[in-house]
């Protein structure tokens, strides 16, 4: 809400107008059944359906990928990818549903990928018809990442994978997944290779994916297990051993730090999907009564929204200073510390929420009489998924302090 | 209006930033500092007003007394991006000088019209000066001043008076019957007696100042209309001072926590120090992107200058209040003491934090702003 109006290029107004444009006319119509709160918990193929056609036709009309050079399917623009998405969320659209594949594994093909492997796959992955998923976590490898065991062993041209992959987000859905695997067991970063896999094509010949259920009772990620799965060696991103830094493209770009910004839209509002952001709590506090007026009145209250006011906007005006190179004391220091504000703020917004609701906020999905459907009490929980996923809070706090202001490693 | 997506910081902007940094990093160093402000700890002392007067006049042949004295006047007319960026550098360097106080009343002046270009062009001619209109409870709303005016003189009594001791002239806020207007007068003026404050802060110096029957010059009529509109600029400078300093605390303590050894490793390697300190940083930068879109703001959206001038000075108060207490912490022991230059922003940073508004008096305002008055 509080989003400065700012000014664009010359190309970045005229391709505006096109979005607005074209969205005037071709926003879906919100669906007659539920979304989920993102696209890391679609269920059904029938909300698959209809996200994937959303993203196909936004594709087409040059919404997605448009910073994306022409050959590999994108649309050769530059700097355009976020006017896109200020448009899209201005319109309402629904989300995207291949967010991993546009988000972390589009970057990595693009940094990293052989020119045949970049031309087959990613006008695939940008219009959403394969599906993408990351396999990273493992059951003994979580913050400490370059642990991970699941292992490739040589076959001639070929690789034999064997191991368990877990948090996998969208596997029940995906194509592919990009995949840090060992191919040495002699050394921990060195001894790591990066891949990318099919899994719809294998799944029970070499793949094997089983759901695994949420603390909110979604689902929406899952376990992956690798047995004796052949892959060509074709499908290797970057050198061999050299796992680890692609891994950072990756990691980067999860966590909004990389270069290339990741098509995002989402701004439809049912009931269904519900950003904890600050519009939403003030949302809630005018409708709310507290103490016998509307909670908006209560002057505690109003101080404590004000204080995440100001954190939501700091963080807009963090993305926004990134690129004015004068304004900056370390060319990676805001970057870094996008994904770790995006999702803390988020969570004590949500929680802020939950205490503006009062005893209401004992009422969940499902319950009539809950505040906003019941999309509170989710929306906070979910949270959790973002401090958690893509290097906890903690981890960023490590990653912040040793290469931002240079303290000793913690390891 | 809309805001340019850069802030309009120009290159002429960085140059001043730039410049302002090595002139005070080579002039200015902190032991220097120490040496002029800090030479007796004494409490009770006679308050001192210790600066560079030689080196403030290096920077006033610099013009950077008049980068926001509008063109019209003789001055530079620098958009308040680059004012904020010359003002975090001072900050950083914590220098003891008249820039804040001058620079707060060229925005006052500015904002009066025809009637204050006059005290504009003194400005533009190397006059320093600042605001006289707290009362004694430190309100900063200019409406409660305890000066009043009266055929053209003045009677009442200015409290927190910054830097009082270090300018030429007063901008005074009195009531004038059912108004208030704005009056120009010299600090050694006849019926004016500066009071030094007993502060805390060692770089700045405050007073409270009595005026009876002083004759001043009235330079505006509707002087809460330019105190309002002055006000964003006034808030978002001292937060572009904050950060500045906040920078130094968080660079200083940095580099204590690489070199100083415990357990046999240096204590940044420890979490319990790393993530504060990682805090400190992201609170500083939260409060410096929300200074430079308000001071963008206020020439690009005047609308909203008031809005996002409110979340910068309640991000910097609250910058300047954690920066402060971990960067004493962190020092332990010697951290403590009146040597360690830490103590000298940690002062600077608490008086800075409650100047103009702290932070939930500004939450307070901005409530107003985004929800509503209560009724």
């Known amino acids: 809400m509080s989003e400065s109006d700012i000014k664009d290029t010359p190309e970045q107004a005229e391709f505006r107008q096109h979005c607005r444009d074209w969205l005037s006319d071709n926003t879906p119509d919100e669906p007659s059944f539920r979304l989920p709160i993102s696209a890391l918990e679609i269920m059904t193929e029938e909300q698959l359906k209809y996200l994937k056609d959303w993203q196909k036709s936004a594709y087409e009309a040059g919404l997605v990928g448009c910073d ?16 896109a998405n200020e448009e899209m969320h201005r319109a309402k659209t629904p989300y995207m549903p291949n967010i991993i594949g546009l988000g972390m594994a589009a970057p990595t093909l693009l940094h990293h990928g052989q020119e045949e492997l970049k031309r087959h796959l990613l006008p695939r992955l940008l219009s959403g018809e394969d599906i993408w998923c990351q396999g990273f976590s493992e059951p003994g490898s979580g913050s400490d990442l370059a642990s991970v065991q699941t292992f490739a062993k040589r076959d001639g041209d070929a690789w034999i994978i064997n191991g368990h992959k877990i948090w996998t987000s969208l596997a029940h859905f995906a194509a592919w997944m990009i995949i840090l695997l060992r191919t040495d067991k002699t050394e921990k970063h060195g001894g790591l290779s990066y891949f990318v896999v099919p899994i719809s094509s294998a799944l029970n010949k070499g793949v094997t994916v089983k759901p695994l259920i949420k603390m909110t009772g979604e689902t929406g990620f899952n ?31 999860e966590r909004d730090a990389g270069e290339l910004v990741t098509p995002r839209s989402g701004g439809m509002k049912n009931a269904a999907s519900h950003n904890a952001d600050t519009t939403n709590l003030i949302d809630l506090a005018r409708k709310t009564q507290y103490n016998g007026k509307p909670a908006v009145q209560d002057p505690l209250l109003r101080d404590r929204i004000m204080q995440q006011l100001i954190r939501e906007t700091g963080l807009q005006e963090n993305q926004r200073r990134a690129r004015v190179p004068a304004l900056l004391d370390h060319p990676a220091r805001l970057q870094l510390q996008n994904k770790l504000l995006r999702s803390e703020i988020a969570q004590e917004t949500a929680a802020l929420a939950l205490e503006v609701a009062g005893a209401s906020a004992s009422l969940y999905l499902g319950d009539e009489n809950a505040p906003a459907g019941g999309q509170w009490p989710l929306a906070y929980m979910s949270t959790y998924g973002n401090t958690i996923a893509a290097g906890t809070s903690e981890v960023q706090r490590n990653i912040l302090g040793e290469r931002v202001l240079s303290l000793a490693k913690s390891k | ?37 800090a030479d007796n700890p004494d409490s009770a002392r006679v308050q001192e007003s210790n600066w560079d007067k030689a080196l403030w006049q290096q920077l006033l042949e610099l013009g950077w007394t008049l980068i926001a004295v509008p063109e019209s006047a003789d001055g530079l007319g620098l958009p308040a991006v680059a004012v904020a960026g010359l003002v975090e550098e001072a900050g950083r360097a914590a220098f003891p000088c008249p820039l804040m106080a001058t620079l707060n009343t060229t925005y006052v002046l500015a904002a009066c019209g025809e009637s204050a270009n006059t005290a504009l062009r003194e400005i533009a001619d190397g006059t320093t000066a600042t605001l006289a209109l707290t009362n004694r409870a430190g309100s900063w709303q200019p409406e409660d001043t305890e000066v009043s005016a009266a055929e053209g003189k003045l009677n009442g009594t200015a409290y927190f008076v910054q830097d009082a001791r270090k300018v030429d002239k007063f901008l005074v806020c009195a009531r004038k019957g059912t108004a208030h207007s704005l009056y120009w007068v010299a600090t050694n003026a006849p019926g004016i007696t500066v009071h030094a404050d007993a502060i805390v802060d060692l770089t700045r110096d405050q007073a409270h100042v009595d005026f009876v029957n002083v004759d001043a010059e009235e330079v505006c009529d509707d002087g809460l209309k330019a105190l309002e509109q002055a006000f964003p600029a006034i808030c978002t400078m001292l937060a572009a001072d904050v950060i500045g300093a906040a920078e130094w605390q968080l660079q200083t303590t ?50 909203r200058a008031a809005e996002y001038a409110h979340m910068a000075k309640a991000s910097a108060s609250e910058t300047a209040s954690f920066a402060s207490s971990r960067s004493v912490q962190f020092h332990g022991g010697i951290g403590y003491t009146w040597e360690c230059f830490v103590q000298l922003y940690f002062k600077r940073q608490k008086h800075s934090q409650m100047l103009w508004g702290d932070a939930a008096w500004h939450r307070a305002r901005l409530a107003d702003i985004v929800l509503g008055e209560v009724g």
Request: glycine share 8%.
């Open chain 1, 68 to 83: 994306y050079p022409i050959e590999y399917g994108g649309g050769g623009r530059s700097n355009c990818q976020r006017i």
């Open chain 1, 223 to 253: 376990e992956v297990l690798f047995e004796d799965l052949p892959v060509n060696d074709g499908l290797r991103l970057g050198g061999l051993g050299q796992g680890w830094q692609v891994a950072t493209t990756t990691l980067l770009h």
């Open chain 2, 1 to 37: 209006m809309a805001q340019p997506d850069d802030y309009g910081f120009s290159e002429e902007a960085a140059l001043l930033k730039d410049s302002a940094r090595k002139f005070f990093k080579s002039n200015f160093p902190t032991d220097k500092l120490q040496k002029m402000v």
């Open chain 2, 254 to 303: 940095a580099e204590y926590a690489r070199t100083r050894t415990q357990f046999d490793r240096p204590i940044g390697f420890f979490q319990a120090v790393k993530h504060p300190l990682v805090d400190v940083m992201i609170k500083i930068d939260e409060a410096k992107s929300l200074v430079y879109n308000a001071a963008c703001a206020f020439d690009h959206e005047p609308q």
